[in-house]
């Protein structure tokens, strides 16, 4: 079958409306609904919030931009859109790379979305506002059982898994096109009741008065920016796997770009909404932690009026949220499983769900394991993925050397925009995101060698041999095939 034969046969998105929804669900996720709230309230609120929508716009949305057109380009997911652009050969092996941070952080994604799932039932249930209970007791309960924590896992796998059997069109789209306007209304409906809170005014000022201070500690930018990429889904391969189910004439600038992010914005702010006036309103602790949604917020439902159902649209806004991003994610997988191999659609569905699940037991185990299986690759597999990406758009995409990024911008990217990208877009994408990308990691490994040598030291050696055995079996790969073609001749 040629290029254009395959091409042919791919699916595409149904809709303009339908590509969008997906888009905007897959970059809104956990990331917004429970990481944005508590990563705020742990580095001093406003000041905070301003340097993560600075370097969101700045970084993520040109990023998105070029990620998403490299879909649309070559048509492929991640490994065949590098090997389009780099050729056959160990380069390809970069594409790999990519494939391989994504399932890793799959299979520590889907104990969360599986910990939402559980508090999905309580909430049903009424268990937050029986007498005596105890957030702290139920989430340490949920945490020491292996039966609640692998079986949740394991549901949230087989749920994303039956969707995605469906394919791009009658599986995702149509499930995020009612999911995201569900969760749109769900968290409205929160935060409107949590700002009506007596008290709820110190929660705003907390979000909007900015602590110059915070502003001026590199701290804050590397970890605003960590949460930008971690939000938006940068370098997860995401964009690329999207981008190659539109039609050639689809706008990128605006669906893959600037849509994704103004979506990815508003998310987040009607979760700190419904988070910041509620907790201050009945003077909790903003700077609780990764704790704050699941064990710092279950107390503050029973103090509300109509707390049953401000709990039950909360945790199904935040599943909805999370089930789209996981559909997203695993998706990235598929597409490629099935573009690489013989297997067919429902068989690529079936042997990537199983290797995330089996991935992800130790995560669902242990929240240690997760949390170190977040440091490792959130902090040095995830940049590695968005450079592989961005130097190829910058750097290699293209007729020629000097005129690459400049002529992906013209041809490509504002190619039936219904917004004009100016020249920056180029100078970010080629100057100032990969630079960016190599000094987050300098950054971690420095700012953490001496407080966490073991797993520093782990997260870069990991890393390490997940590029050298990508670029090794690539290479080996195109020669073993090279040979059998030579053989058969």
């Known amino acids: 079958m040629t290029d254009d034969e395959a091409r042919t046969a791919r699916e595409e998105w149904g809709t303009r409306f339908g590509f969008l929804m997906a888009m905007v669900g897959a970059m809104v996720g956990s990331g917004n609904i429970w990481r944005l709230p508590y990563i705020t309230g742990e580095n001093g609120g406003g000041g905070f919030l301003l340097v993560y929508l600075f370097l969101l716009y700045l970084i993520a949305v040109p990023g998105l931009m070029a990620e998403t057109m490299l879909g649309r380009y070559t048509g492929r997911g991640v490994i065949g859109s590098f090997r389009s652009i780099l050729g056959e050969g160990r380069w390809e092996g970069f594409g790999l790379v990519v494939l391989i941070v994504n399932i890793a952080l799959m299979s520590y994604y889907a104990p969360v979305v599986g910990w939402i799932l559980y508090y999905i039932g309580h909430s049903l249930l009424g268990t937050f506002f029986q007498p005596g209970f105890a957030a702290q007791q139920l989430w340490t309960a949920f945490a020491a059982s292996p039966v609640l924590t692998l079986g949740t896992h394991t549901l949230a796998v087989a749920l994303i898994g039956g969707v995605l059997l469906f394919g791009i069109r009658d ?130 439902f029973p103090k509300m009026a109509g707390g049953p159902i401000w709990a039950i649209l909360f945790f199904l806004g935040f599943f909805f949220a999370a089930f789209t991003s996981g559909l997203a994610i695993t998706e990235v997988g598929v597409t490629t499983v099935q573009e690489e191999t013989r297997l067919s659609r429902k068989q690529s569905v079936l042997g990537v769900s199983l290797a995330i699940w089996l991935l992800g037991l130790p995560s669902a185990y242990s929240a240690e394991f997760l949390g170190l299986m977040d440091f490792m690759f959130g902090n040095w597999g995830l940049p590695v993925a968005t450079l592989a990406i961005i130097v190829v758009v910058g750097w290699k995409m293209g007729p020629g050397w000097l005129l690459t990024p400049e002529w992906v911008r013209l041809t490509e990217l504002n190619r039936n925009s219904d917004i004009y990208v100016g020249r920056w877009w180029s100078l970010i994408v080629q100057y100032l995101i990969p630079p960016i990308m190599l000094a987050i990691m300098v950054y971690f490994v420095v700012s953490n060698i001496g407080q966490q040598p073991i797993e520093t030291a782990g997260g870069v050696v990991l890393v390490g041999i997940i590029l050298v055995a990508s670029l090794v079996i690539m290479s080996a790969t195109r020669q073993r095939g090279a040979s059998q073609t030579l053989g058969g001749d």
Do not use: C
């Not at 994704?260 to 914005?265: F, I, Q």
């Open 171 to 300: 599986g995702i789209e149509r499930t995020v096109k009612w999911m995201f306007p569900a969760l749109v209304i769900a968290l409205l409906a929160v935060a409107i009741r949590s700002l009506t809170l007596s008290g709820a005014t110190a929660g705003l000022a907390f979000l909007f008065t900015p602590d110059w201070n915070s502003v001026t500690r590199p701290s804050t930018w590397i970890t605003a920016l960590g949460q930008a990429l971690f939000s938006t889904g940068l370098g997860w391969g995401i964009a690329v796997t999207y981008g190659s189910y539109l039609r050639k004439h689809d706008d990128v600038a605006l669906g893959g770009g600037l849509f994704t992010a103004v979506g990815n914005t508003s998310i987040g702010l009607l979760a700190l909404f419904a988070v910041f006036p509620a907790v201050f309103a009945f003077g909790l602790e903003p700077a609780a932690g990764s704790n704050l949604t699941f064990i710092t917020l279950v107390q503050v």
